[in-house]
Nanobody, 130 residues
């Protein structure tokens, strides 16, 4: 399983960025794909996740209405469109995958995206200046 995150950069508050996670080495439709972020000295936080098979999604309250997760199944790629960025959105973003698509339903039920995904890619840095 390989996950390649890209698209990070420097943006002013209120701006937008689109992150991409290119997946390979597994059957894309069989996995849940998610985005996490981590600031220095803080715990990793779940941002959003999606099932490429049925489009089921979960987004953290902190990003609802600003971030949108989507897939382009023909390219085995998951996107995170980030709008209305705030300085607190700054940290490193990681994409992750897990073959338990039921995780998305679990996160919806408990209202929190736990640190459960098995496979991880490298991070991409997002810096939002105020």
């Amino acid at each position: 399983v390989q996950l390649q995150a890209s698209g990070g950069g420097l943006v002013q508050a209120g701006g937008s960025l689109r992150l991409s996670c290119a997946a390979s080495g597994f059957t894309f439709d069989d996995y849940a794909i998610g985005w996490y972020r981590q600031a220095p000295g803080k715990e990793r936080e779940g941002v959003a996740c999606i099932s490429p098979r049925d489009g089921n999604t979960y987004s953290a309250d902190s990003v609802k209405g600003r971030f949108t997760i989507s897939t382009e199944n023909a390219k085995n790629t998951v996107y995170l469109q980030m709008d209305s960025l705030k300085p607190e959105d700054t940290p490193i973003y990681y994409c992750a995958a897990d073959d338990r698509q039921s995780l998305i339903t679990t996160f919806q039920a408990i209202g929190r995206m736990l640190y459960e995904f098995i496979y991880w890619g490298q991070g991409t840095l997002v810096t939002v200046s105020s």
